[in-house]
C-alpha cells in the first residue's frame, strides 16, 4: 500500500469533518480531547493521501482505512470477522438467552414456566436444588454458545497470522488455509443456528 506523497485538509475543513463524525457516533464535540482530534486528524489525512496516490482501493478501505477511523472515533469493533471479537459473540448469545426465555414464557405461561424452575428434575421437594440446577444450566448455554463461536473464529485468524509470519513459505499454505477458514465459518454459522433452535425447542417443551 503507497503511503507516499500527501493530500491534507486545511485545519478549518479537518475540524468539520471530525466534528460530523463524532456526532453521528452520539459523541459530544465539545469533550472531545486534544488526542482524540489530532488521531482522527491522522486518520483523515492517511486515508486521503493513500487515495491521492493510488485511487480508492476498496479492499484497503474495508480491511484498513475503515476499522482505522472507526477507532479514532471510539469505535473499536469494526472487523474484518467480527466473531473473532468476544462482545459480539457474547451479545449474540445472551439475545439467544433472551428469545429462549421469552418463548418458555410465552409457551408455558408464567406459573407453568416458574413451576418447570423449581420442580424439574427432581419434584418440589427439592426445589432449591432444581433451582441451584436450573441456574448453572442458564447461565452455562449463553457462555458456550458464545466462546464456541469466538474459540473457533479467533483461532482462524491466527492460523492466518502464523502463517503471514512465514514470509514467502507462506504461498502454498495461505489459499488452502483460506478456503478451509470458509468452511470453517459457515459451519459454525450452521451450529450457532441448529443450537438456537435447539434451545427454543427445549423451551417450549413441556416436562
Known amino acids: 500500500m503507497t503511503t507516499s506523497g500527501t493530500y491534507t485538509f486545511g485545519t478549518t475543513e479537518q475540524i468539520d469533518i471530525i466534528t460530523e463524525a463524532y456526532e453521528r457516533v452520539g459523541r459530544n464535540p465539545a469533550s472531545l480531547s486534544s488526542q482524540d482530534v489530532e488521531s482522527a486528524r491522522r486518520s483523515i489525512n492517511y486515508l486521503f493521501s493513500d487515495w491521492s496516490n493510488?485511487?480508492?482501493?476498496?479492499?484497503?478501505?474495508?480491511?484498513?482505512?475503515?476499522?482505522?477511523?472507526?477507532g479514532a472515533v471510539g469505535i473499536h469493533y469494526l472487523k474484518a470477522v467480527p466473531t473473532t471479537d468476544p462482545n459480539?459473540?457474547?451479545a449474540m448469545s445472551i439475545t439467544v438467552f433472551l428469545i429462549t426465555i421469552f418463548t418458555g414464557l410465552k409457551v408455558k405461561g408464567f406459573g407453568g414456566f416458574?413451576?418447570?424452575?423449581?420442580a424439574v428434575p427432581f419434584g418440589l421437594k427439592l426445589a432449591p436444588v432444581n433451582l441451584?440446577?436450573?441456574?448453572?444450566?442458564?447461565?452455562?448455554?449463553?457462555?458456550?454458545?458464545?466462546l464456541r463461536l469466538?474459540?473457533?473464529?479467533?483461532?482462524?485468524?491466527?492460523?492466518?497470522?502464523?502463517?503471514?509470519l512465514l514470509?514467502?513459505?507462506q504461498l502454498p499454505l495461505a489459499l488452502p488455509w483460506a478456503l478451509f477458514h470458509i468452511l470453517i465459518i459457515t459451519l459454525q454459522a450452521f451450529v450457532f443456528m441448529m443450537l438456537t433452535i435447539v434451545y427454543m425447542s427445549m423451551a417450549s417443551e413441556s416436562h
Open 167 to 169: 514470509g514467502i513459505w
Open 150 to 164: 469466538f474459540g473457533n473464529m479467533y483461532a482462524g485468524e491466527m492460523v492466518f497470522i502464523l502463517i503471514a
Open 54 to 70: 493510488d485511487g480508492p482501493n476498496l479492499w484497503e478501505v474495508d480491511l484498513v482505512v475503515l476499522p482505522l477511523l472507526a
Open 88 to 90: 459480539l459473540t457474547f
Open 114 to 118: 416458574m413451576h418447570e424452575v423449581f
Open 132 to 146: 441451584l440446577f436450573r441456574i448453572v444450566e442458564e447461565i452455562a448455554r449463553p457462555i458456550s454458545l458464545s
